[in-house]
């Protein structure tokens, strides 16, 4: 699962930030602000990504770097944004 | 014909009358605006003795006080023009004599005896002034076009300036857009004899020497004052002189002295949109009926934007990264259907009154930086920049995180400047990969900061930041793309009375807390003008100037904006990536998002397109036959 989610994160990435180069993407630990791969506009459309392609909702006071700053943060959000949705709806 | 062919490239900013010198090896053209000396002011003008011969393009404001020092040490004038003034002038000083000129000018003056070249630039870089050497000859001119029009001088793309551009919005002078093709930096003069040239730094905004023990009281007072005489001398016309009016402090007080000074009546000028993100027309209006001008508007909306956008990149002769200039365009299209000539403008008080976010916003940072966990101080970011509603969901951490409170190291002395570099430099991104192969690891902001003066490390914060924006981004964009060359396109001359440089010097000599106290800008200038304008005016916060950007050509894309992003297009002109720049075209088409980067990035590759398309596919031939020296 995580596996998925970290490929889907990454593809959207490279298709809306980078324009489709794939040897631009940082590694998994590495800013995306620090490496001017998103600004405060592209923080939202990470939001919106997140919240359309995995069907998470995203509260404002969750839009802080340790969820969203480095593409392993990314994953381990939504993967425990999908686990706890998983579990409240069985 | 040589002289004819240059002249005509750039007929729109003199279209009253048009004249030619031409000596032994040397010849100049002409084409005049008339607005002072209308019957006895033509150009190129000589000396009474015949050895000087002038051309000279904008206004010397002080002529008047000039002209009777002069005539009190025996010079004797034939003509009413200040063209004549600056004649004399140098016959007396020689080169030194820039230093008096009070005004906005680019000049040459032939001295037929000692076959030497003399060209000075204004002190803010208002006038234009373009030069670059062929075949051992020496060309020079108003606009680049004009050079073009010699056989052999060809357009081709500078890549460090496109890097320049795509980093901070403008090239370094003397560099530009064309390669080989140099400007003459503001505040410089040049000597072009035995076919050689040398250039020289004749003045600079210098915030050495502040004036700590002069109360705030007798600062109000010299800032009123000075304003006053600056508007006062910027309204020496033999036409009438009009104002913009944007709806905003600046232009409401230029305009404001101007109606006191000019009992005759005044025009006043602005853009609406019908975006009220973008729009001012309330202030406009409010302040127009205030001073009872006679106020002229024009609307401009995507479709305009989008309609003039290829006449705005023909006359700005660089890519651009904002729409800015498109609706100045139009309204000096506006002022010159009203049948006037000449209008004053608030740019510059921005730059040197410190009103740009710019300047708060490097507060906030260093304000952060102080205490960098705080959840609290990033807050204050939200409340500069009300406009942007990005920053709304934004948290504290974030928003440090974005303007690089962690990051930036506040020795840099591009600290101010930083986050913007960054964000403007993002666009870069696009750029293909035989550009970036030819940029290697060339940095514009290393370059700019190795330009400094010396003394820049011991100022300020607040003045470093206000050196780079007065130095850098006013005359490259600002009085530039969005000023001259916009406003003489339709023949119309800016005057700019915060640009007075004895009101610069001033306002250079004020400690930074009174220009700036706390977050509120323009301190000093809205306390010395307080009762001038209605205080609903005076005392808004300052909304940038800003017009709609990438969406005013995707909405209903023109066919020219189509084929600029078309893939055999992008690859002819070989500047830019064709697969990102094609996922960028339709990303800004479908998306809701489009941010800062990808905003400038479409301006940036749809002007340099046409840029492309326009000069260096017109502008590549072989016919040399008319090679002349000038």
Known sequence: MPQQINADIRAFIVENFLFGDESEIPGDDASLIENDIVDSTGILEMVSFLEEHFSVEVADPEIVPENFDTIARLTAFVAGKSKAKAAAST | ?630
């Open chain 2, 1 to 630: 014909m040589l002289l004819t062919a240059m002249s005509a490239a750039i007929a729109h900013r003199g279209p009253d009358e048009a004249g030619i010198h031409i000596a032994d090896r040397a010849g100049m053209a002409h084409c005049r605006l008339a607005i002072i000396g209308l019957a006895d002011g033509q150009q190129p003008m000589a000396s009474a003795d015949g050895r000087l011969h002038i051309t000279y393009n904008g206004e010397i404001f002080n002529y008047l006080e000039l002209r009777q020092d002069l005539e009190s040490r025996g010079h004797h004038f034939r003509t009413k023009s200040d063209t004549e003034v600056v004649l004399h002038l140098y016959s007396d000083l020689g080169p030194a004599c820039v230093e008096k000129l009070n005004g906005d000018f680019a000049f040459a003056i032939h001295d037929t005896q000692n076959e030497r070249l003399f060209l000075a630039r204004d002190r803010f870089g208002v006038r234009p002034l373009f030069y670059t050497w062929h075949r051992g000859c020496f060309y020079f001119a108003s606009e680049i076009k004009a050079l073009l029009a010699v056989p052999g001088i060809e357009a081709h793309l500078d890549p460090l300036a496109l890097d320049q551009i795509f980093t901070l919005w403008a090239p370094i002078p003397p560099r530009t857009a064309f390669e080989g093709i140099c400007e003459l930096p503001p505040a410089h003069r040049m000597i072009v004899d035995n076919g050689a040239a040398r250039i020289q730094r004749y003045w600079d905004l210098d915030f050495s020497d502040i004036h700590h023990d002069r109360s705030e009281d007798r600062m109000r007072e010299e800032t009123r004052a000075l304003l006053e005489d600056a508007t006062r001398i910027r309204l020496r016309a033999d036409v009438q002189v009009g104002t913009y009016l944007s709806g905003g402090l600046d232009s409401s007080l230029i305009a404001a002295l101007a109606k006191r000074m000019a009992p005759a009546g005044l025009s006043s000028f602005a853009v609406t949109f019908s975006d009220p993100a973008f729009d001012e027309s309330g202030f406009q209006n409010e302040m127009a009926d205030v001073l009872g001008t006679a106020h002229h508007t024009v609307d401009c909306n995507t479709d305009e934007i989008a309609s003039v956008f290829p006449q705005v990149i023909r006359h700005a002769e660089l890519p651009i990264l904002r729409t800015g200039p498109a609706p100045l365009y139009r309204l000096s299209s506006l002022v010159r259907s009203k049948g006037i000539k000449a209008v004053l403008s608030g740019e510059g008080a921005d730059e040197i009154f410190a009103g740009y976010d710019i300047f708060k916003e490097a507060r906030i940072r260093r304000f952060c930086a102080r205490q960098s966990g705080s959840q609290l101080r990033p807050h204050l970011f939200r409340r500069i920049y009300p406009y942007l509603a990005n920053l709304k969901r934004q948290t504290p951490d974030y928003l440090a995180a974005y303007f690089g409170i962690t990051t930036d190291c506040l020795d840099d002395p591009l600290y101010s400047h930083r986050p913007r570099l960054r964000s403007t430099a993002g666009t870069k991104l696009f750029f293909s990969e035989a550009i970036k192969k030819k940029l290697g690891d060339y940095s514009a902001a290393d370059e700019l900061a190795s330009t400094l003066p010396e003394a820049f490390r011991e100022w300020h914060p607040l003045h470093q930041a206000q050196y780079l924006e007065t130095r850098f981004l006013l005359p490259g964009y600002i009085l530039s793309s969005q000023g001259d060359r916009m406003a003489m396109a339709n023949g119309i001359e800016t005057r700019f009375p915060f640009l007075d440089h004895r009101l610069v010097e001033h306002a250079a000599r004020v400690p930074a807390d009174i220009k700036l106290r706390g977050l509120r800008e323009k301190h000093l200038l809205r306390e010395a003008m307080r009762g001038t304008i209605p205080e609903r005016i005076a005392e808004r916060p300052k909304q940038p100037y800003r017009a709609p950007e990438a969406n005013a050509f995707t909405a209903k894309a023109p066919d020219y904006v189509k084929a600029a992003f078309e893939k055999t297009a992008l690859e002819e002109t070989g500047v830019f990536d064709v697969e990102k720049s094609t996922r960028l075209f339709k990303k800004s088409r479908l998306s809701n998002f489009t941010g800062f980067r990808d905003n400038a990035a479409f301006v940036g590759i749809l002007s340099t397109q046409l840029w492309s398309q326009h000069f260096a596919r017109q502008f590549r031939r072989t016919d040399e036959t008319l090679a002349v020296p000038v």
